[in-house]
């Protein structure tokens, strides 16, 4: 069982930068592959970011690409969501998880989940 802690979150105007970050008590952190999802009010849950164990391969959605930036920090059990340029569609809960590989949370799905950090951007 791998347990996931968001923070981060909170209420920001268009434009405006905010990090992310969620941290896993899990010893074997650096074997997972970890990302982030995010649901709107009535809108399903939807594939943010992910980064494969090692760090080597990222990606993210195309609403987010060049915007949304996904790291890790091994030692530390941690990643990151750097959100810049934000806009009021960014609007969401925001959860961080962790699966064996990244494809599986390209797909929309993942092994595990955090309970999920509010991010309100105003206009």
């Known amino acids: 069982q791998v347990q996931l802690v968001e923070s981060g979150g909170g209420l920001v105007q268009a434009g405006d930068s905010l990090r992310l970050s969620c941290a896993a008590a899990e010893r074997t952190f650096s074997s997972y592959a970890m990302g982030w999802f995010r649901q709107a009010p009535g809108k399903e849950r939807e594939f943010v970011a992910a980064i494969s164990w090692g760090g080597r391969n990222a990606y993210v959605t195309e609403s987010v690409k060049g915007r949304f930036t996904i790291s890790r920090h091994n030692a530390e059990n941690t990643i990151y969501l750097q959100m810049n340029s934000l806009k009021p569609e960014d609007t969401a809960v925001y959860y961080c998880?962790?699966?064996?590989?990244?494809?599986?949370?390209?797909?929309?799905?993942?092994?595990?989940w955090g309970q999920g950090t509010q991010v309100t951007v105003s206009s």
């Open positions: 998880a962790a699966a064996r590989e990244t494809l599986k949370m390209r797909l929309g799905e993942s092994d595990y």
